[in-house]
């Protein structure tokens, strides 16, 4: 176990932009709810749990690799430089699931949660999409190295989802990894199996984006941009 | 810590070799790394500080292989390195990226952490900014961050690329100094363009050209090299040829020029007593380079 | 203005990430449609075809587009290029379009390569060469103004908010902009400046929509922001683009007064 003031740096190494896109982001969604008349706000808090901060913590997720201007003294220190992002990677969705477990609390609070999910499997609803497109954009910023590229890659994949939710939900295999299940999912009783599938296949995703970040003259070669 | 390495290659993608079969041996004690712009020495530099893989050949620093990954986490843990172009977090003070970079070398005491940053910043000149942004530091104080920061972990081989580039008269001396002091029993390689750096530090250099070693001795052997090639001439007419100027002065009755030729410029060239930066430059030149591998 | 155009262009092109995200992006989208994919192929008017590919690739890959342009100018002052950029003697508005439209078409080349390779399919297998010609013209008219009008949002919002918020507020700014129905809650789409050009869909190009009912553009009964959606003709249709286009200039105008503040 590393020192807490290792931990302490690497929160200031994310910055206050990576902490504050969660809550504006809910914000903006709220306060476009609110223009709305305001009359339906535990849909909206439903929505922000599963779609609003899960994007967030992607977004934050694939901006880890490429922007570090200390990259050269970090692989040579003995602390391993993958081992850092991981840490980074951590606080990055540490601080969406932070405020997530408080919306979650809200929604349970005012029965704004739907009936079947209890105060457990309640987070679940944000936990699955987050932790995939976290590990989506783990993987992706790995493997482009340019926040740029995986940011693309995983707000595409969100819109994708939400334009067309038929496209993923309509066969059986791909409906287990369409991310708002909850939100608007078709299918009730492959709840749990839908998530439980997004959380597997995110830490296989988190995996594979680790194993990328092994060699370390990928890093150093920064990208002709 | 030696260094011995031996037919290390390095190529680059879509690129010539940057190390073209490089056979070296570095000893402990301090050691400077000469060469022109691209001659190879931070390639060099980079693959002894485990970031670049090889692409042939062997390196081993103090007996460990550093071209696997137990060998380059040993070398890491008693590394100090000081890249080219280092690159510091802006928002963090100059006490608090060394603290950091502590934190990433190791030493997880926070006390003997913040006494280590308190002394090094005191070598570097910088207590007084120490608690100002980096953002708003000059380029020279920036790479004296980068030199304290190398010292931190009070490593046993220390790579350093370029330490004084950008630095003041007296706070290049000061860092050469306290280089020369720190080697003792430490490796210390450095590489400059400033060769009087090494003239200063060194007993031992080397000399790369186009990714191959070029020279290999010492200090002196390589300002030998240039015995009977350094001519003054004065003259008011065009620039001498058929050698290298390595300086002009304004003088009455023209200029005087300094220059390193195997035969004399002019017929009324005089010789003068050769520095190390003229047997540097003496190297380049035709006829000097066959028996320049000779010690 | 032509060195900042053809130096951002190759820049940005030279990108290999760009290339293999879009690269995946595609993949992905054509392993999720592969059914519509043959759908369209087997539509017979080409009008319609290429339409509702413009359609389709209006309403996602702007997205992606925009990802990729988002920090090109707080690059340029964090690699510290700016300064010698700015001692060069083009004028600052000369480079700043230069720069905008030399990354525009650059991020714009995956997605012509896409929309044009589908028209070139359509072509090919249903034997409709004049499809070219449509897909010619809808890209100069629905893709070309999305593109402009993001690319500008792109460019200099990240002047003001960190580049990872603006993606994630863009992206979720394009859902609710485009693709939420007028009723459900304010909104812009379906009005004048809605980047996937409803207005010129619909008006210019006859398109109704993916089964070829849906009323696109303008007045929504019960809907608020309905100002913006004056009825749709064909003078409305060009009046969008103009509408789309004048915007991206004026947010453009504001970025050298962003810059001087960030950068101070
Ligand atoms: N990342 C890279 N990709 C491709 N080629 C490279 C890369 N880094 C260096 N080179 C090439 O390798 C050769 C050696 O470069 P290197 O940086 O080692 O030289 P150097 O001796 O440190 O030069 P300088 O004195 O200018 O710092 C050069 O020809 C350079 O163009
Ligand atoms: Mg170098």
């Known amino acids: 176990m590393r020192p807490t003031d290792l931990w302490r740096y690497e929160v200031r190494r994310a910055g206050w932009a990576a902490l504050l896109t969660p809550p504006v982001a809910t914000a903006a969604l709220l306060l476009l709810a609110l223009l709305d008349g305001g009359d339906d706000t535990d849909r909206t808090l439903l929505a922000a749990l599963e779609m609003v901060l899960p994007l967030a913590a992607g977004v934050g997720a694939a901006s880890l690799v490429g922007r570090d201007p200390a990259v050269e003294l970090q692989l040579t220190v003995p602390t391993s430089y993958r081992s850092t992002l991981l840490r980074r990677l951590a606080v990055t969705l540490g601080w969406a699931a932070l405020l997530a477990v408080l919306v979650a609390g809200i929604l349970l609070a005012t029965g704004g949660m739907p009936q079947e999910r209890g105060a457990l499997s309640g987070q679940l609803v944000w936990l699955a999409p987050t932790v995939w497109l976290g590990g989506l954009g783990f993987l992706a910023g790995a493997a482009f190295r340019s926040p740029a590229a995986a940011g693309g890659l995983v707000t595409t994949w969100w819109i994708v989802q939400q334009v067309f939710p038929g496209l993923l939900q309509g066969r059986d295999w791909s409906r287990t990894l369409y991310l708002f299940e909850t939100t608007r999912g078709a299918v009730p009783e492959g709840w749990a199996a839908n998530r439980l599938t997004l959380v597997a296949t995110a830490l296989v995703l988190a995996g594979l984006g680790w194993a990328l970040l092994g060699r370390a003259e990928r890093l150093l070669r920064e990208e002709a941009e | ?295 | 203005m032509t060195a900042a155009f053809v130096y951002e262009f190759r820049m940005q092109a030279r990108k290999r990430s760009m290339w293999i995200a879009n690269g995946v992006i595609v993949a992905l989208l054509g392993l999720l449609t592969a059914n519509l994919l043959t759908d369209a192929l087997d539509e017979p008017s080409a009008k319609v075809a290429m339409t509702s590919g413009a359609f389709l690739v209006n309403l996602i890959l702007p997205v992606v587009y925009g990802c990729f342009l988002a920090d090109r100018l707080v690059r340029d002052d964090k690699l510290g290029v700016a300064p010698i950029l700015d001692a060069t003697p083009a004028s600052t508005a000369g480079r700043l379009s230069g720069k905008y439209l030399g990354s525009c078409a650059a991020a714009a080349v995956p997605l012509a390569i896409i929309y044009f390779g589908f028209a070139v399919l359509y072509a090919a297998t249903a034997g409709h060469p004049v499809a070219l010609a449509w897909a010619a013209a809808l890209f100069a008219v629905v893709i070309l103004p999305a593109v402009l009008f993001v690319g500008a949002f792109a460019l200099v919002v990240p002047l003001l908010i960190p580049a990872p918020l603006f993606r994630v507020l863009f992206v979720g700014y394009w859902f609710w902009g485009n693709s939420i129905h007028p009723t459900l809650m304010p909104t812009l789409s379906q009005s004048l400046i809605s980047p996937i050009g409803p207005y010129p869909l619909q008006e210019l190009f006859g398109y109704g929509g993916p089964g070829g009912d849906v009323v696109l553009a303008g007045p929504v009964d019960d809907a608020t922001l309905n100002f913006l959606r004056p009825a749709a003709t064909a003078a409305t249709a060009w009046l969008s683009i103009g509408v789309l286009l004048a915007v991206a200039a004026l947010v453009l105008s504001a970025a050298p007064a962003l810059r001087a503040r960030t950068t101070r």
Request: hydrophobic content about 40%; overall charge positive; glycine content about 12%.
């Open chain 2, 1 to 295: 810590m030696r260094i011995e390495i031996s037919g290390l290659v390095k190529t680059y993608k879509g690129k010539g070799r940057a190390l073209d079969g490089l056979d070296l041996l570095v000893p402990t004690g301090m050691f400077g790394l000469l060469g022109a712009n691209g001659a190879g020495k931070t390639t060099l530099m980079r693959i002894l500080a485990g970031l670049l893989r090889p692409t042939g050949g062997e390196v081993r620093i103090g007996g460990y292989d550093v071209t696997g990954r137990a060998g380059r986490q040993a070398v890491q843990r008693v590394l100090g390195y000081l890249p080219q172009d280092l690159g510091v977090y802006p928002d963090l003070s100059a006490r608090e990226f060394l603290d950091y970079v502590g934190l990433l070398k190791g030493i997880d005491d926070r006390a003997t952490r913040r006494r280590r940053v308190g002394e090094l910043l005191e070598v570097v000149a910088l207590t007084g900014d120490a608690d100002r942004r980096l953002r708003g530091y000059s380029g020279g104080m920036r790479r004296r961050v980068g030199i304290a920061q190398a010292l931190l972990a009070d490593p046993r081989l220390l790579i350093v690329d370029e330490p004084t580039a950008g630095l003041d008269p007296e706070e290049r001396i000061r860092f050469r100094t306290l280089l020369s002091q720190l080697a003792g029993e430490r490796t210390v390689l450095l590489s400059t363009h400033i060769v009087d750096d090494v003239a200063q530090t060194c007993r031992e250099l080397a000399v790369l050209a186009k990714g191959r070693l070029v020279f290999r001795g010492t200090v002196d052997d390589l300002t030998r090299r240039a015995d009977r090639r350094v001519w003054s001439v004065v003259t008011a007419g065009p620039a001498p040829t058929g050698g290298t100027v390595v300086s002009a002065l304004p003088v009455e009755g023209g200029l005087r020029y300094r220059v390193v030729a195997s035969v004399p410029p002019a017929p009324d060239a005089e010789p003068l007593a050769p520095t190390l930066e003229d047997g540097y430059l003496a190297l380049a030149q035709p006829g000097a380079a066959e028996d320049a591998m000779r010690p």
